[in-house]
């Protein structure tokens, strides 16, 4: 038996009992990385590869309670936070995540579903965005989050303001860097840019892959989480998960009659063509 112990990363997210996005999503990936998941359960929902049904928000209390018990426990190397379920939780979340600021957290900001279901109202984004994103090290909204959550009190702003303000009235909240992902821009090709220090630092150009997926989000940032806990830099985690992200996707399943899942473990049905796309012309830095 090996005494080498993995990096520890602990999530707080919702239970989606299809396995394709919240909390499913991330043990999965975290595993797949060589992490050791801890689980906090935020929310439990009623939903299937076609959507979410219902979000039954776990008290407060009780997501203290989990946190701290495994905390006081063992050493935890990133935390990552997901669908949060209820202001309450974010209020919680925010007081431990103060308890331990040298850990990195990364922020996946939930606000609906692939479908478009709403997962968090007015009151949750202006908790996130006063207790938990001056915290983060790193945020991971898609285009229309970042629009929402930089333009929340100009609504005539959302749907016209570019990503490059969006980034730099999020950075302004508090966080070291933003990740805006582009798989909702009517773009040849998914744009993903990286923002910190009020700049663009990079652009990462990926091939657009056909379908819908379920949990992608999950995925990167949890991959991003999982890479900062080996002890990667947030730039070259970045561009890992993305490289693991992006394979996911390309060997994306569809169990259901929804969206397709991706496919987190690919390496492991697959080793002959288990290696990231680097290479292959699908990355290109600017």
């Known amino acids: 038996m090996s005494n080498l112990t993995p990096p520890c990363v602990m999530t707080f997210a919702g239970a989606d009992p299809s396995g394709g996005a919240g909390m499913q999503a991330d043990i999965l990936t975290f595993a797949s990385i060589g992490c050791h998941p801890l689980s906090v359960v935020t929310a439990i929902t009623a939903q299937d590869t076609v959507g979410v049904e219902g979000v039954m928000a776990v008290d407060a209390d009780w997501v203290n309670d989990q946190a701290r018990a495994i905390l006081e426990d063992v050493q935890v190397s990133a935390f990552k936070l997901g669908l949060l379920g209820s202001v309450e939780n974010v209020a919680v ?48 909204p898609n285009s229309l989050e970042a629009r929402r959550f930089a333009f929340a009190e100009e609504v005539e702003e959302i749907a016209s303001g570019t990503l490059d303000e969006c980034a730099a009235r999020l950075l302004a909240m508090g966080m070291e860097y933003v990740l805006i992902t582009g798989t909702h821009e009517r773009t040849a090709e998914v744009t993903n840019i990286l923002y910190g220090a009020e700049k663009t630092i990079k652009a990462y150009k990926w091939e657009r892959l056909p379908g819908s ?74």
């Open 93 to 140: 979340i925010a007081e431990i995540m103060a308890d331990y600021p040298d850990i990195p957290l990364l922020i996946d900001p939930i606000l609906t579903s692939g479908r478009g279901d709403d997962l968090s109202n007015e009151e949750m984004m202006e908790a996130m965005t006063e207790l938990l994103f001056p915290q983060a090290t790193l945020i991971t």
């Open 213 to 286: 997926y379920h949990g992608s989000g999950c995925t990167l940032t949890s991959a991003i989480a999982a890479c900062m806990a080996h002890g990667l830099s947030v730039e070259d985690a970045v561009l890992e998960a993305q490289e693991y992200t992006w394979q996911t996707l390309k060997n994306g399943f569809r169990p259901g009659m929804g969206q397709y899942i991706p496919d987190r473990m690919f390496w492991a049905r697959d080793e002959e063509e288990s290696g990231v796309n680097a290479g292959d012309g699908s990355v290109k830095a600017h």
